[in-house]
């Protein structure tokens, strides 16, 4: 569903920018053009100004056509997004209803679990909802704080995959990779972790009690019944005190980020509130890269400030180098470190999923890109003209006025280099294919990556979708020339993009299952080891004490049924067949 949002911005881009093409090419372009009382030069001598409001005189009689666009364009675009908030709202409402019975849809995760001295967090979780959800409690899975397990089970995989998929011959050739710095090269064996035969050592692997070594979270996954009865259970407040057992729905099982359910609740607001302090300091910090790329276009006041660089400036190329392409490339460079760091910000705030995460994260690139790309880049043009700028707020949108068109050059290059080179990008994979490169003939790993599912970057896309969208908006009565380039960009973006997400789609197949399927996996699914590890560990020993007790016998368990006249229970042994594990 997000790619199909996706792609739907993408084509109401290309709708409506169409139209505010075919209104200012023949409305407001000529009116620019002509504004002014001036011997015209042949049109690819013209300067980029020439086709701005700028050129029109204050108080002219003609500034009705700029106008009856604007009008034009708002209409057109409100009565698009009519029709594409209604078709989205029915593709999700039918996608609700017709898809098949997922997991997430049974389950509610649950937070803030009491303390209690007499009872474990398994046993409250159990006597809660057995007293207030005892017609749709089925069981639940406890969250627990990852440590020297969860650091075994990652190297038994990784020693796994190695005997699994490489063959004698791959793993016995020397690699380039070196022991410290000038060390002798090593063979392909991956040296795990010390701490297995410690832990060996004391108590044997086979025989380690899961439940002494992990300590439970005050988090859990509840499993119900019914939709309708999980659905009911995380938007019902549980108790008097908003702040104990609270509840939501469950992420899907591959989409939760484990690392955040053991935080404690009351640390969110304190999370949230520091990431903000975090990201408005971080975006007072960007000013510096800002004003020393609004430098760079101020020819004239970089000349008075560097007098010896007035004889390289003069140059027609140098001057179209250094105030046309070069402050873009450095904008753009700088941004590169703005979606890490707000992923970063976005895991410190706690959220429970990774699309969560990515959500957050979407949000503050996309206010961080709006703010610096466009309103900073408009009211710096140096560090005095952003004083003078400030230092009267009512002058404020006469000033955005002024200063928008006569950044017209810098944010049309920044749509060729962003826009254009971005999609370039996306196309070769250049960051994928410099690491698959680097792994395979500089480390001599030999490993198929192919398999590893790429997800797709959408909190970095969507800030630039909408970020051109808006200049696009902004820009299209002052400077209609950045519409064409505009177009251009939103419809290979939907070519490649579309391709991006058929790809990715193909990589995510969803698995319809039956009923009873989806009731046997729901003690499974939310599991906090990978595939493999869980069936490397599903030995007795490694049983979770508590987390499901007993559950309704699957054979009986068919739809249409009366759950509540089935009886007997089926208890869950974890034992593991080494040679069946094998096989599979």
Not at 174 to 181: A, V
Not at 232 to 241: D, F, H, I, R, Y
Not at 272 to 300: E, H, N, R
Not at 369 to 395: R, Y
């Amino acid at each position: 569903m997000d790619a199909v949002v996706f792609l739907r911005i993408v084509v109401f881009s290309i709708r409506i920018f169409s139209i505010a093409v075919i209104i200012c090419f023949f409305l407001v372009l000529p009116v620019n053009y002509y504004g002014q009382e001036m011997r015209h030069k042949k049109i690819p001598s013209e300067p980029l100004e020439v086709f701005t409001i700028e050129n029109v005189k204050e108080g002219s009689k003609w500034l009705w056509a700029h106008c009856l666009a604007l009008y034009i364009i708002t209409c057109s675009a409100c009565i698009l997004l009519y029709f594409e908030y209604k078709s989205i709202t029915k593709m999700r409402l039918e996608r609700i209803t017709r898809s098949p019975p997922n997991p997430s849809h049974f389950t509610v995760l649950i937070r803030a679990i009491p303390r209690s001295s007499q009872e474990t967090y398994s046993d409250s979780v159990k006597n809660f909802f057995t007293k207030y959800h005892s017609s749709s409690y089925l069981s639940h899975q406890m969250v627990y704080r990852c440590g020297r397990v969860q650091k075994l089970m990652s190297d038994a995989e990784k020693m796994y995959m190695i005997f699994k998929d490489a063959s004698f011959e791959q793993n016995c050739k020397p690699s380039l990779m070196q022991r410290g710095l000038c060390g002798a090269p090593t063979s392909s064996f991956t040296i795990i972790s010390s701490e297995m035969d410690n832990v060996r050592g004391k108590s044997g692997f086979i025989h380690m009690d899961l439940a002494k070594i992990e300590k439970e979270c005050a988090a859990a996954f509840v499993f119900f019944k019914t939709r309708y009865a999980a659905t009911v259970t995380a938007e019902v407040l549980q108790s008097s005190n908003p702040m104990l057992w609270v509840t939501d729905l469950a992420p899907e099982p591959h989409d939760v980020y484990w690392s955040n359910l053991c935080i404690p609740y009351r640390q969110l607001w304190i999370r949230k509130i520091g990431t903000l302090m975090a990201a408005i300091a971080f975006v007072l910090v960007f000013l510096i890269p800002i004003t020393f790329v609004q430098g760079l276009t101020q020819l004239d006041q970089l000349q008075q400030t560097f007098p010896f660089l007035r004889g390289l400036l003069k140059k027609k190329y140098m001057n179209q180098l250094v105030t046309g392409y070069l402050p873009s490339v450095i904008l753009i460079l700088a941004l590169y470190t703005v979606p890490p760091i707000m992923m970063l910000f976005s895991a410190v705030e706690g959220s429970i999923s990774r699309s969560g995460r990515k959500k957050s994260a979407c949000c503050k690139v996309l206010y961080f890109t709006i703010w610096n790309v466009f309103f900073v880049n408009v009211f710096t043009g140096s560090v005095i003209s952003q004083l003078n700028v400030f230092s009267s707020v009512k002058d404020i949108p006469a000033q955005l006025a002024k200063a928008v068109p006569r950044q017209a050059r810098f944010f049309t290059t920044y749509v060729l280099t962003s826009g254009w080179a971005s999609l370039s990008c996306e196309v070769v994979q250049v960051f994928a294919l410099f690491c698959n490169l680097v792994k395979r003939f500089i480390l001599r790993i030999k490993d198929d990556f192919s398999h590893c599912p790429l997800s797709f970057p959408y909190h970095t896309e969507v800030p630039r979708l909408l970020l051109f969208g808006f200049l696009g908006f902004t820009c299209s009565i002052l400077t209609p020339l950045i519409l064409p380039f505009l177009l251009i960009y939103f419809a290979l973006a939907y070519l490649v993009y579309k391709n991006q997400v058929l790809i990715e789609m193909d990589r995510k197949d969803e698995l319809c299952g039956r009923m009873e399927e989806t009731y046997r996996d729901l003690h499974t699914v939310y599991c906090q080891f990978t595939a493999t590890s869980h069936e490397l560990c599903r030995c007795g020993c490694l049983n979770h004490r508590g987390d499901v007790k007993s559950i309704p016998n699957w054979e009986k368990l068919n739809p249409g049924k009366d759950r509540s006249q089935l009886k007997g229970s089926l208890t869950i042994h974890c034992n593991l067949d080494i040679e069946e594990t094998s096989k599979k």
